[in-house]
């Protein structure tokens, strides 16, 4: 960049190019021209627009938001990104919605909602789009079921893969939202519906017609004759959430590790977005779920993986599992395990990835509960034993993966305390038995009910 030491008026000139060499309107101290200059006008506009932004989204978010989605409907990565940001505005972005989903992101209700924009469903084409739209708008309203959203769209147009994607990505959930049940029902509907348009076009009418009177009404009776497939369960919501992504290009209707990251927040873990803010080599923990696992020989023979984690706000980050960590963990280094880790942040080719020193599933981990009595908070010699305890029972290295949480009752007044990671403890059964023997009262609870 020029810096611009002086300056005086010229009077009116012929304002010219940026980036030509002569005769431009901007002189230096030494007789020079300055190229490249940014041109008055031209940097007011930008401020002006930027002021305009700002505005929008510090006191109409929602209205703000859903603009940036509709704009990026194309782009999966993009909507991800936007979709993230609103959950961190607080704004919910609801599933996309058969009956009230329009093509574009809409805002939703007066609470701060936003509804999905069907342009933004994968395998789902804007012809498809416009058919969906015209049936529920001008031919009897609301889908009823699936067999009459078969029946009145245009099975040519809004073909099965389109039909599957919707029911994945929750679009049937108000509905029916037995996912696996309306999947297995679409088998027997699509050809129903599509021998159905023949009847229609060839001007046969069969008796549930005849009796609604018209040829363009139909009675409530008229979907009875629609088959379906045996009663089936759902999806776990595991597998549910995965299809959801599958079709969808992520989750919507919730995130696998939802309960577990607000459950986690006792070992402070990150969110692998902040890996650029930590130090290198610091030893972190994040509450993860595998997404990719590659497994690799060395040169010397010893096996090693690289996995691809993501965590409840950000996508995909590397991280690297060496042979000496291996063997160790090698068992829970399965696509979609929902892990607590513990490793060092490494900077590599300018990305940032995690070298893992341990792993284990977050149904698993447990907290030391202590119960302690008020009056042994002021008693110096109790708190001096129930330190030293712990400093045992933390190790040499202080790498205790139990946290221990110390609860402070009087009368029904309850007081939480988590302990700093040097109390941590790396056998909750030894532990248990040395502060019981020392007259503690202790427990081991679930990090995560699931």
């Known amino acids: ?179 696996r049940q309306l999947v297995n029902d679409l088998e027997l509907l699509v050809p129903w519906a599509q021998k159905k348009t023949k009847e229609r076009a060839s001007g046969q009418l069969n008796i549930f017609d005849m009796m609604s009177g018209t ?40 995130h696998p590790l939802k309960a577990a990251t607000q459950a986690a927040q006792i070992l402070s873990p990150i969110n692998l977005s902040q890996l650029a803010e930590q130090n290198s080599r610091q030893k972190v923990s994040a509450v993860v779920m595998l997404t990719a696992v590659k497994r690799i020989i060395t040169k010397k023979g010893t096996p090693m993986a690289f996995l691809s984690l993501e965590d409840i706000t950000t996508g995909d980050v590397e991280g690297t599992v060496f042979p000496s960590t291996y063997e160790k963990i090698d068992p829970l280094l399965q696509e979609n395990a929902r892990l607590i880790i513990w490793g060092k942040v490494q900077k590599r080719d300018d990305k940032y990835q995690l070298i893992i020193d341990d792993a284990e599933p977050i149904e698993k981990v447990k907290m030391l509960m202590l119960e302690i009595e008020p009056e042994h908070i002021l008693d110096p010699s109790r708190q001096y034993h129930l330190k030293t305890i712990l400093q045992e029972q933390a190790g040499e290295k202080k790498q205790g993966r139990i946290p221990v949480v110390a609860i402070i009752q009087q009368g029904q007044y309850r007081q939480f305390i988590r302990l700093g990671p040097q109390y941590w403890v790396q056998d909750e059964t030894i532990a248990i038995n040395r502060l019981t023997r020392s007259g503690f009262a202790v427990r081991t609870e679930p990090l995560v009910s699931l």
């Open 1 to 179: 960049m020029v810096k611009i030491v002086s300056r005086k008026s010229l009077g009116t000139q012929t304002v010219y190019d940026l980036g030509v060499a002569r005769d431009h309107n901007f002189l230096l101290a030494n007789g020079t021209v300055a190229s490249n200059c940014f041109n008055k006008s031209h940097s007011t506009a930008y401020a002006y627009v930027t002021y305009q932004t700002a505005y929008l989204k510090a006191n109409y978010p929602t209205e703000y938001m859903t603009a940036l989605l509709t704009a990026s409907s194309g782009n999966q990565d993009k909507i991800d990104k936007y979709r993230e940001n609103c959950q961190r505005m607080g704004i919910d972005v609801l599933a996309p919605d058969i009956n009230r989903s329009q093509n574009d992101f809409v805002p939703f209700s007066e609470e701060q909602q936003i509804l999905f924009g069907l342009s933004a469903v994968k395998n789902l084409g804007q012809a498809a789009i416009e058919n969906i739209l015209e049936a529920r708008e001008e031919a009897g309203g609301t889908f009823e079921s699936l067999a009459d959203f078969c029946d009145r769209v245009d099975l040519r147009v809004v073909n099965s893969r389109a039909l599957e994607t919707l029911i994945y990505s929750a679009a049937f959930d108000g509905i029916n939202t037995n996912r």
């Open 215 to 254: 040829e363009t009404e139909q009675s409530d009776d008229s979907f009875q004759e629609a088959p379906s497939a045996p009663p089936v369960e759902d999806y776990p919501l595991q597998e549910k959430l995965k299809l959801e992504k599958e079709y969808l290009g992520f989750y919507i209707t919730d």
